[in-house]
């Protein structure tokens, strides 16, 4: 499985949920943790261009000789996971959707924010600071802890330089777009025929189940009438902003959510996406590629 981070959090950062000792998914897969461009130890680009980025995951998959995969994603990561899957239906078996989607976040709240933030740090001018005051500058001006320390996470040190690992410069520019690649879901990007599952916290202020749940219908449309089996909700008495990190918090429900994932990619995904489900493996003959007339 490939997995996706959200803006400017290192993928790193999902190893403590994988790896937890009741955390049963990598008994069932491998698990990939991708920082795409821009982010992370990935080279950096001046394009957030949804198309070029699901080709970088492509040519990642082809470089490490992965022939097929599930793929998923938290925040930005799950919209990048579902274009991507949406782009190369022959490349992936299903799709996790973890606190993100196919969705427009430029009106919401908790994106404001970011863009916020994003805004402050690239107005930061590391030259000159140390490493102590440019994190003392993120927690003074940064209102959210989480966020805080994720941003902090992005400072390098390297000898007296000190510099950062996402390209804050880039993001910012994107995020001023009429459109903004990091925020939007367009048209283009298509739907996804196959298995999927999508996750997001009971109070989420990034996706509200009251509106939000129809975009993904839209594109994943073995969904709809599945809730809240295949599209549902999580930690539902939890009301804080660190509900965007369910994967995190409230700690004694994340083995449910591991569990939750779990089941799905044991029970559902795996399957060809031309097929209603596993039972129909082995009894049908699914062709690689057309027929040349």
Request: proline share 4%.
């Amino acid at each position: 499985m490939i997995w996706l981070p959200e803006l400017t959090e290192p993928a790193e950062n999902f190893e403590a949920f994988f790896n937890r000792a009741d955390n049963k998914i990598r008994s069932v897969r491998n698990v990939w943790l991708l920082n795409y461009r821009n982010q992370g130890g990935s080279d950096q680009h001046e394009s957030y261009d949804m198309e070029e980025m699901t080709d970088d995951i492509i040519r990642f998959m082809d470089k490490n000789q992965i022939t097929m995969a599930t793929i998923g994603g938290h925040g930005f990561g799950a919209k990048l996971a579902a274009a991507t899957a949406n782009a190369n239906t022959d490349r992936f078996t299903g799709v996790i959707s973890l606190e993100g989607g196919p969705l427009d976040h430029r009106y919401h709240e908790a994106y404001q924010e970011l863009e916020q933030y994003v805004t402050y740090a690239k107005s930061i001018d590391l030259n000159e600071m140390d490493y102590g005051q440019a994190v003392k500058a993120l927690k003074d001006n940064i209102a959210c802890p989480k966020w805080a320390s994720i941003f902090c996470q992005n400072l390098k040190q390297e000898g007296s330089n000190l510099h950062w690992k996402t390209n804050y410069q880039g993001l910012y520019r994107n995020m001023k777009k009429f459109e903004p690649d990091v925020a939007i879901w367009s048209q283009s990007y298509g739907l996804w025929p196959g298995q999927a599952l999508a996750l997001f916290a009971s109070h989420s202020r990034w996706i509200h189940l009251s509106t939000n749940t129809l975009p993904f219908y839209n594109v994943f449309p073995r969904l709809e009438g599945q809730f809240p089996t295949l599209i549902g909700t999580h930690a539902d008495g939890f009301e804080s902003p660190l509900n965007h990190w369910i994967h995190e918090h409230p700690k004694e429900e994340v083995f449910y959510l591991a569990n939750r994932m779990f089941r799905w990619l044991r029970y559902n995904d795996g399957a060809n996406v031309m097929l209603a489900d596993k039972t129909e493996a082995g009894w049908y003959f699914v062709p690689d590629r057309g027929y040349d007339l």
